[in-house]
């Protein structure tokens, strides 16, 4: 049996962010980030595993001096 996806909304993923979720609607308008999301009708959600992979793969590494 597979399992279903599970979905962040705009307010879950702006507060993760720790940005207002206006925000997210402009970065999605300009193409600002290429966050991973599917609209339905007027509904935008965020595919939980797709988000965070998206958000680990924009991270990147310290090193000291």
């Keep these: 049996m ?16 720790g940005v207002k979720v206006t925000s997210l609607n402009h970065w999605r308008a300009v193409q600002r980030y290429n966050i991973p999301y ?3 009708g007027r509904i935008i959600l965020y595919p939980e595993t797709e988000f965070y992979n998206w958000l680990e793969s924009d991270s990147y590494n310290m090193k000291n001096s």
Excluded: E, G, P, R
Aim: aromatic share 6%; proline share 0%; net charge positive.
């Design 2 to 17: 597979s399992q279903s996806k599970k979905y962040l909304t705009q307010k879950q993923v702006a507060d993760i962010l």
């Design 38 to 40: 599917i609209k339905k």
